[in-house]
C-alpha cells in the first residue's frame, strides 16, 4: 500500500507560480495569490462543528478586556469536572477547552486563563504559531538559535515576535512547495526516537520519504512536550521510544515532574496531545496511512486535485476522507468509529475513576500512613494518571490505535487500584 | 469551475427548455469527449474523460493490465447487451462530466457491478465451477469481496 | 439486471455424484468419493504444528490403558501454572491443552483426565462428535428430541451412540451440499440473541444467508455454552446479548455457577472458546468476513478452486488466509498479528496476576472479614475471573477483536483490585 501511494502522489506534478514566494514569505494571503484552492481550505478552518467526541462546538461569550473572543469551544472542564479534581494544583484545571481549527491558535493560546494561572515560557508559541521566519530572523539566518532564544523568552515577550498561526511557510518550502520540517524540537526528537531503532543521526529533512512527511509536518506540534530544564528548552521524550510506556520510563529515570499534585502531594505529569505516539501504534501507520490522508484527503477542484486545507475531523467529510480506501458506506464508516470510541470512552471513564480513587486514599491517609507507603502510592498515582492522561489527551478518543490505547488504560487501572491496595496493611 | 464546463452548463440551461435536453446535451457532450472512440475497446476512449484517469492508472498497476481492458469488465460480452449498455453509461458519464453533479469518490453502481460480476465468471468459468453451485442470487458477497484489487490495485 | 441474473441462475449447476449420498450416511469416506479434494483437505486435521499462540505441538507420550493416545497437545497448565490456581476445585485444574485439529476431537474428549476427575454428562458430545445421524436415530427421525435424549445420558453411554468426529453431515445438507445448522442449542442460542435485535422467532436454517452460514457452521461449537438445570441441558446463554459482559449478566441473573472456588468459596464460572462472540465484535465480523473465509481460504485445485477442508490456525496459511483481501506481504501479516497478540498477551498476564491476588486476599481474610463483607468480595471475584476467563480462553488470543477483548480484560482488573480494596477498612 505505501507503494502505490507513493506512486500515487509521485504521478503529480510541479507548480507554475503567478508570484514568486520567498524563504521569509510569512503572510498566507501572498502565496494564496499563486494557490487559492488550498487558500481557501486553509481559511476554512475558522469554521466550528461538533462531532461526538471531536469537531469543536461554537461557544458564544462576552468578550472582556482581558479576553476579547466572543466565540470558544466548548470546555472539557465542564463536560467532565473530574479532570479539575485530577489536574488540582496545575494550570490544566483552570482552563481547558476542546480544541478547534488552526486559525484559531494563536488566539487561544493567548487568552486561555491558563496564561493567567502562571507566567508561561516562549516555549509555548513553538506550535501556536508560524514561527519559521520569527526564529530565523532572532537567530540571524540560523533557525536552531532562533528556536533556543524564543524558548528562554516569557511569553508575552515571545508573542510579540509572531504574527499568523501556523501558515503555510511552517509545512512547505516555497519554490518547489515540497514538505518539510521546520521545528528543531520535532528535528530533535525524531532523531532520538530513530536511534532507538537503529538508526543514528537521522536528518528528518533529508531521509523521509513524501509519504512520511505527510505525517511528520503534523508531528511538529501533534506530540506529547515537556519543557526541559531551567531553559524551558521544547523537548520531546522520545529517547526510549515513543510508546506511553517508554515515555513514562523516560519521565521516571529523569525525574521529570510536571507538578506536585495539590493534597495527594504526587510528582505527577500531565500528558497532551499525543496523536503521532498513538497513531505510530495503529494498523493505520503500519499500512502506510498517513495523517494527511485523513485530515487533508484529496478533494477535486474542477480539472485539478488538490489536498483539502481544511484540516478537521475526518467524520465530517468521511466520503473523502475514508471511502476512498474503504468501499464502503458513510453511515458504516460512522458506526465503525462509533464503536471504537464508545468502548473508549467507557474504558476512559472507568481508569478516571480509578486515578481518582487513588488520589482519594491518599489524602485521606496522608498525615497517618509511613513515609515508604506514602512516596510509592504516589508513584503509583504518578503513572497510573500519565498513562490514563495520554489515553484521555489524544484527541482521536481511541481511534487512531484502539487496542493500544486501551492497553494503556489497563494499566492506568492496574497501577491505581495497586496504589490504593499498598496503603493497607496485609 | 472550469470555463469549458461552465459553458456546457449554461448551454444546458438554454437547452433545458425544449424537450429532449438531457439526450442533446448528452450526445453533444459525447462527441466532445471524443466519443467516437467510446465505442472502441482502447481503454483510452475512457481516459478521455480526466475523471477516469485514477481508475486508468489503478487498471495499469493491476493484475489485468495485460489480459482485459476496461470494458473486459464494465460491458457486456454480448453484442447487443454491449452497445446498450456503452449508450446507458454513455450517457451517464456525459451527464455526470458536464454538470459536475455526482459524488466522488467515484463509487460503482450495483448494476455496473453486476456487469462486472458476469464479467469475471465468463472468463473464470473453469476456476469456481467448484465453489459456486452454492451461490445464491442474493448473495452480497461478490469476486471482489475477497480480490479487492483485481481491475484496480489499491 | 434480469439477464445477469439468469445467466447467474443458469451457471448455477448441481453437482455430479458418483455415488448418491443419503441423509443418514455419517461416513466421510463415503461423501470422499464424490469430493475427493475437499477429503482429502478434512483428513490433513490430524496435522500438528504450532505457532506462537495457536496451532499445537505434538507431544509424545507413552500409551496407557486408560488413555491410549501416543500424541497429544501441549499442557496449557505447564506453560502457566497460574492456571491451576484459576481453577482450584474444577476438572480444568487436572487437565486443559491447547486444542488441535478436528481429527482429534472425540479421542482427545475420551481421554482427557477431566473425565475422570469427574462424571460427565452426554451433553459433551455434542461437539466433539459427528451427532447429527445419532441424536436422528435416538429421536426417532425427531433430531430436537434425540438431543434431550442425549443430553440426559452419562457421558460413557453417549460415547457408545458416536462414530466420528465432526464429518460433512454436519455441515451440508447432502443433496445440494449447502451448508446448514444440525445442532439444536445452536438453534435456540441463535433465537434468544436474534430476539434481542428484534428479530424475534429466528429459524437459522431458513432465514441465513449463505455467507453467515459460513460462520454458523463453526458457531454450532466454538462457543460459550452451560449445562441447564439438572438436565445438563447444553444452552447458549445468549437471552440478553452475546458480548462478555452481558453473558455474565445473564449468569447472575440466573444465578448459576460452574462450581464453587476452593478456599476463596466464590461461586465462580469457566468461559469456554467464544471465538464466536468475539469475532462478532471484531471489524472483520463487520465487513462480512467468516470463519470459513480465514480458515477455510479457497484452494487452488488444477483448474479448479475449492474450498480448504483442512481447518487450521490462518498463520499457517497466510498467503491464501489473508493476502487476497490484504494486498501485503506474508511478513508484514504476520507481523500485524504478533503486535496485536503481544499487546493482548500483555494485558491477560496483568488481568490474570490481578484476579489471583484478590482470591488470595479472600483466602486470608476468610475467617476474620464480615460474611457481607466476604460476600461482595466474592462477587467481585466472580466477575473479574469470567471476563479473564472469557478473554483467556478466546482461541484467537485477541485476534478476532483486539479492542473489545482489551475492554474485556480491563474490566477484570478494575473488578480484582476493586475486590482487594473492598475488604480492607477505610
Ligand atoms: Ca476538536
Ligand atoms: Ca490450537
Chains 1, 3 share one sequence.
Not at chain 1, 230 to 259: F, M, S, V
Not at chain 2, 9 to 22: D, E, N, Q
Not at chain 2, 99 to 106: D, I
Not at chain 2, 119 to 137: E, K, V, W, Y
Amino acid at each position: 500500500l505505501v507503494n502505490i501511494m507513493e506512486k500515487r502522489n509521485e504521478a503529480r506534478h510541479t507548480y507554475l507560480t503567478i508570484a514568486p514566494i520567498d524563504d521569509d514569505e510569512e503572510n498566507p494571503a501572498e502565496w494564496g495569490k499563486n494557490f487559492p484552492l488550498q487558500y481557501e481550505g486553509y481559511r476554512k478552518t475558522v469554521d466550528q462543528v461538533r462531532t461526538r467526541f471531536g469537531g469543536s462546538e461554537a461557544i458564544a461569550r462576552t468578550p472582556s478586556q482581558v479576553d476579547p473572543r466572543s466565540v470558544v469551544a466548548q470546555s472539557k472542564l465542564e463536560e467532565d469536572p473530574r479532570l479539575k479534581d485530577l489536574w488540582a494544583g496545575y494550570a490544566f484545571s483552570r482552563d481547558f477547552r476542546e480544541e478547534r481549527g488552526h486559525a484559531h491558535m494563536l488566539i487561544d493560546q493567548i487568552y486561555t486563563e491558563r496564561q493567567q494561572a502562571v507566567q508561561q515560557p516562549g516555549t509555548c508559541i513553538h506550535c501556536h504559531a508560524s514561527t519559521y521566519v520569527p526564529m530565523k530572523k532572532l537567530g540571524e539566518g540560523d533557525l536552531q538559535k532562533g528556536f533556543e532564544i524564543i524558548n528562554k523568552m516569557p511569553y508575552q515577550e515571545a508573542r510579540t515576535h509572531v504574527q499568523h498561526p501556523v501558515t503555510c511557510i511552517d509545512c512547505h518550502e516555497p519554490k518547489t512547495l515540497s514538505l518539510r520540517v521546520t521545528r528543531p524540537a520535532f528535528m530533535e526528537g525524531i532523531r532520538a526516537f530513530k536511534a532507538t531503532l537503529g538508526e543514528p543521526n537521522y536528518d528528518v529533512n533529508a531521509k523521509a520519504s513524501r509519504q512520511e512527511m505527510r505525517s511528520y509536518v503534523c508531528a511538529q506540534c501533534h506530540v506529547e512536550y515537556y519543557f526541559k530544564g531551567p531553559e524551558k528548552r521544547l523537548t520531546y521524550p522520545w529517547a526510549k521510544g515513543i510508546k506511553a510506556d517508554q515515555i513514562l520510563a523516560y519521565y521516571d529515570e529523569l525525574g521529570h515532574k510536571d507538578w506536585e499534585r495539590k493534597l495527594s502531594g504526587a510528582p505527577v505529569l500531565k500528558a497532551q496531545h499525543p496523536e503521532f505516539e498513538l497513531w505510530s501504534q495503529g494498523v493505520h501507520a503500519r499500512s502506510g496511512v498517513a495523517c494527511a490522508d485523513c485530515h487533508m484527503p484529496y478533494t477535486r477542484s474542477g480539472a485539478m486535485k488538490i489536498s483539502d486545507h481544511h484540516i478537521q475531523s475526518p467524520l465530517l467529510n468521511i466520503n473523502r476522507a475514508c471511502l476512498t480506501c474503504h468501499k464502503s458506506t458513510e453511515k458504516d464508516m460512522q458506526e465503525r468509529v462509533a464503536i471504537i470510541q464508545n468502548n473508549h470512552f467507557e474504558m476512559r471513564n472507568l481508569a478516571m475513576d480509578a486515578v481518582l480513587a487513588l488520589i482519594k486514599d491518599i489524602e485521606r491517609v496522608k498525615e497517618s500512613a509511613s513515609p515508604e507507603r506514602l512516596m510509592k502510592a504516589r508513584d503509583y498515582q504518578r503513572k497510573a494518571q500519565f498513562l490514563l492522561d495520554f489515553a484521555e489527551a489524544e484527541n482521536s478518543s481511541g481511534f487512531h490505535a484502539p487496542q493500544e490505547a486501551a492497553r494503556i488504560m489497563l494499566k492506568a487501572v492496574d497501577y491505581s487500584r495497586q496504589g490504593q491496595n499498598s496503603l493497607h496493611d496485609h | 469551475m472550469n470555463k469549458h464546463r461552465l459553458s456546457y452548463v449554461l448551454l444546458f440551461i438554454v437547452l433545458g427548455s425544449s424537450t429532449g435536453a438531457f439526450l442533446g446535451l448528452g450526445i453533444f457532450t459525447f462527441h466532445y469527449a471524443k466519443g467516437s472512440s467510446y465505442f472502441t475497446n482502447d481503454p483510452q476512449a475512457c481516459v478521455n474523460c480526466h475523471i477516469m484517469q485514477d481508475n486508468f492508472d489503478s487498471w495499469q498497476m493491476s493484475s489485468h493490465r495485460l489480459t482485459s481492458t476496461c470494458n473486459g469488465c464494465h460491458t457486456p460480452s454480448d453484442f447487443i447487451g454491449k452497445y446498450k449498455t456503452k449508450a446507458i453509461h454513455g450517457i451517464r458519464h456525459s451527464w455526470g462530466f458536464t454538470t459536475g453533479y455526482f459524488e466522488e469518490p467515484l463509487r460503482i453502481k450495483q448494476d455496473s457491478l453486476d456487469v462486472v460480476e458476469a464479467n469475471c465468471r465468463q472468463c473464470h468459468g473453469a476456476i469456481f465451477h467448484a465453489t459456486d453451485p452454492l451461490a445464491s442470487p442474493s448473495s452480497s458477497r461478490t469476486c471482489t469481496s475477497c480480490h479487492r484489487d483485481v481491475g484496480h490495485m489499491r
